[in-house]
T-cell receptor, first 109, second 118 residues
Framework: DAKTTQPNSMESNEEEPVHLPCNHS???????IHWYRQLPSQGPEYVIH???SNVNNRMASLAIAEDRKSSTLILHRATLRDAAVYYCILVQGAQKLVFGQGTRLTINP | GAVVSQHPSRVICKSGTSVKIECRSL??????MFWYRQFPKKSLMLMATSNEGSKATYEQGVEKDKFLINHASLTLSTLTVTSAHPEDSSFYIC??????????????FGEGSRLTVL
C-alpha cells in the first residue's frame, strides 16, 4: 500500500483557516487521495477526495500538488467541531482503505 | 447521504463468551464491507474485507476463527468475536463503499461498537 506522511498534531484558532499537509511521494498514477476525519468515540467521516485537480465541497478544499506527491486539506474557517483526527489515505480503485496515524487537530476558542 | 449503522454501540461481556456486531448499509447496497478495530489513541487497523456471498478476506495476523465474518446480504455484514478475552476489548468499526466512478466513491463508516470483555 502506498504510504502517506502527516504531522502528528496541529493546532489552530477558531474561525481561522487550517491547512493540513500530507506527503505521498510514492503515489501511483491511479491512486486517489482521500481525506477522512474521526471525532472522539465515533467512526471516521468522509471529508473529500481527488485525483489530480483541486476539489472543493461544503466541508473543505483539497489542493493537490502538480506532481501529486503532496496534498493539503484546507478548512476555510475552523470551528470547534472541526477538532478531530484527520487521515490522508491513498486509494486505488475499489481497494481497501489503510489508515495511517493521521493528524490530531486542536482548535482553540 | 448514505448511512452505515452498527449495533450494538456498546457491549460488555464475560470472558469466554461470543459477541456479534452487526453492520448495516441503510440506503444503499454494499457488496463489500470492511471491518476495523481501533485501540485507544491509535489509528484504525483493517481486520478483514467482507464480500457478499463469499468468504471474507482477512488481513495478515487476524485470526479468522476468532473473528467470524458473515456477509449474507447486500445490506448486512456481521462480525462475531468468539470466545472473547480481555485483550479483544476494542472499538470495532465497519464501513461500506458508496457509489462513485470506478469504485472510488467515499467510504461510509458505522458509529463503531465498543467491546469490553471482563
Amino acid at each position: 500500500d502506498a504510504k502517506t506522511t502527516q504531522p502528528n498534531s496541529m493546532e489552530s484558532n477558531e474561525e481561522e483557516p487550517v491547512h493540513l499537509p500530507c506527503n505521498h511521494s510514492t503515489i501511483s498514477g491511479t491512486d486517489y487521495i482521500h481525506w477522512y476525519r474521526q471525532l472522539p468515540s465515533q467512526g471516521p467521516e468522509y471529508v473529500i477526495h481527488g485525483l489530480t485537480s483541486n476539489v472543493n465541497n461544503r466541508m473543505a478544499s483539497l489542493a493537490i500538488a502538480e506532481d501529486r506527491k503532496s496534498s493539503t486539506l484546507i478548512l476555510h474557517r475552523a470551528t470547534l467541531r472541526d477538532a478531530a483526527v484527520y487521515y490522508c489515505i491513498l486509494v486505488q480503485g475499489a481497494q481497501k482503505l489503510v489508515f495511517g496515524q493521521g493528524t490530531r487537530l486542536t482548535i482553540n476558542p | 447521504g448514505a448511512v452505515v449503522s452498527q449495533h450494538p454501540s456498546r457491549v460488555i461481556c464475560k470472558s469466554g463468551t461470543s459477541v456479534k456486531i452487526e453492520c448495516r448499509s441503510l440506503d444503499f447496497q454494499a457488496t463489500t464491507m470492511f471491518w476495523y478495530r481501533q485501540f485507544p489513541k491509535k489509528s484504525l487497523m483493517l481486520m478483514a474485507t467482507s464480500n457478499e456471498g463469499s468468504k471474507a478476506t482477512y488481513e495478515q495476523g487476524v485470526e479468522k476463527d476468532k473473528f467470524l465474518i458473515n456477509h449474507a446480504s447486500l445490506t448486512l455484514s456481521t462480525l462475531t468475536v468468539t470466545s472473547a478475552h480481555p485483550e479483544d476489548s476494542s472499538f470495532y468499526i465497519c464501513s461500506a463503499r458508496g457509489g462513485g466512478r470506478g469504485g472510488t466513491g467515499e467510504l461510509f463508516f458505522g458509529e463503531g461498537s465498543r467491546l469490553t470483555v471482563l
